[in-house]
């Protein structure tokens, strides 16, 4: 029984025993809040992704223009 993990019946299971002790009415309530918490953390992980991206190729552009002479000179 243990060699094979989890099967179908298993999961059915543990769906009947989540629906009674939330309740139905709180599930998809749950559900939506799980899902927005999701698009959440998505958009910040490619934003640090972006954020890092943009760090790595910065340094290399402000020595170029701190060493450019200024038109006060």
């Not at 989540?18 to 958009?43: N, Q, Y």
């Not at 992980?45 to 223009?65: G, I, L, R, Y």
């Amino acid at each position: 029984m243990l060699r094979n993990g989890l099967e179908p019946w298993h999961l059915l299971i543990v769906a009947i025993v989540v629906i009674v002790l939330f309740g139905s009415k709180k599930l998809p309530d749950t559900a939506r809040a799980l899902g927005r918490s999701m698009r959440i953390l998505k958009s910040e992980a490619q934003a640090m992704k972006e954020e890092s991206a943009s760090a790595v190729t910065a340094p290399v552009d402000a020595p170029a223009a701190a060493q450019s002479p200024s038109p006060s000179q």
